[in-house]
């Protein structure tokens, strides 16, 4: 559901990078008021384990299209709402300007439906008042699907009325709702399992973590090295390996944008803002679409021996996974102890005039 420059005009870009920013800001401020850092290694990893597993896409089986896990949800789960908006803001950062997933302009729409609907909507409205202080597995599961599927409805609708508002394209609302809404349930519907099986592991490996992000406690004195460790396993091996099993079928975006205009792409305004930030991600990203570089195609197209095989075993897409999986987990890391630090300097300061005062 990474949406791409074409569907945004540089207003709405502007408003969504403005909405973005000043939630990230706010979550920037909740975490900085936290003085637990035992909380930090669990971003990066979590991050981590997010990013690689964004690149599983899943066929929603009868239909021609496919998912991949949102991930929203299980960072709110288990950071809590506002650095779980941080780490998805990490990960979709770093998805677009190393590997072209998602546009520049588009990021602050993206950073919006992918992290805040799942973080202080599904979490706090759907999950937490279904599972409540009891996280039986049968509580989990339930809010798991219930919380993943709202969740990327109201992400899918954003999507809708982000394009809408922004009229550069050819995609009516009222045809383009009725194509994203059902393909994105059923995609919430996988989601929802795949987020039961990430919280039951950790509820399995330590049960009090969940208590204590719920209770907003801190996490000091829980040795959380078994959810480190199995996520840290996930994420390499998912990164470097089942992301050669990923469906070759378009995503629930692309799948609605060809069911909406019959084609694969969509033809947006070609302003300067588009051209110069398609130009800046050309230099930046690295390994784009999770691959080494590649010449371009010659004239006449790909033939039948071009077509990739699957699973499309790959060294580039492996490199992909593991590089952004780590550059993810530094780039979490790193704002988690820059907010710590500042917050313990701010302690100290507060501390010494008092000192003064007495």
């Not at 078994?226 to 470097?240: C, D, R, S, Y």
Request: glycine share 12%; hydrophobic share 50%.
């Amino acid at each position: 559901m990474h949406m791409a420059d074409a569907l945004i005009s540089p207003a709405v870009g502007a408003a969504m990078w403005t909405a973005a920013g000043a939630t990230t800001v706010y979550c920037a401020k909740k975490v900085r008021e936290d003085p637990d850092q035992s909380k930090i290694p669990l971003m990066g990893v979590t991050g981590a384990f997010i990013f690689a597993s964004q690149m599983l896409n899943f066929t929603i089986p009868g239909t021609g299209s496919s998912g991949h896990l949102g991930g929203g949800l299980i960072l709110a789960i288990l950071l809590g709402p506002e650095a779980a908006f941080l780490v998805m803001a990490s990960v979709l950062t770093v998805q677009a300007l190393f590997f072209a997933d998602g546009g520049l302009l588009a990021l602050g729409c993206n950073i919006f439906n992918l992290g805040f609907f799942p973080a202080f909507v599904a979490f706090p409205l759907i999950y937490r008042k279904i599972v409540r202080d009891d996280p039986t597995p049968r509580r989990i599961v339930a809010g798991s699907i219930l919380g993943a599927a709202v969740g990327l409805q109201l992400g899918a609708l954003g999507v809708v009325a982000e394009t809408a508002l922004s009229g550069i394209s050819e995609l009516p609302f009222g045809t383009f709702v009725v194509m994203m809404l059902p393909i994105h349930l059923a995609i919430g519907l996988v989601e929802g399992l795949a987020t039961a099986a990430v919280i039951l592991f950790v509820r399995q490996a330590r049960p009090e973590l969940l208590g204590r992000v719920a209770a907003s406690k801190p996490l000091r004195g829980v040795d959380i090295r078994p959810v480190l460790i199995g996520l840290t396993v996930a994420a390499v091996v998912a990164g470097a390996a089942f992301s050669w099993f990923a469906s070759a079928n378009p995503d629930g975006l692309e799948w609605s944008i060809a069911k909406v205009t019959g084609k694969g792409e969509v033809e947006g305004i070609s302003a300067t803002v588009h051209r110069t930030l398609a130009s800046i991600q050309e230099k930046t990203a690295f390994l784009p679409d999770y691959a080494f570089p590649t010449a371009e195609p010659p004239a006449g197209g790909e033939t039948a021996e071009d077509t990739p095989s699957w699973p499309a075993v790959d060294a580039g897409t492996s490199t992909a996974g593991l590089v952004g999986a780590a550059i993810t987990l530094l780039v979490a890391v790193g704002a988690g102890f820059v907010l710590q630090r500042r917050s313990a300097k701010r302690l100290a300061s507060d501390h010494r005039g008092e000192t003064d005062r007495d």
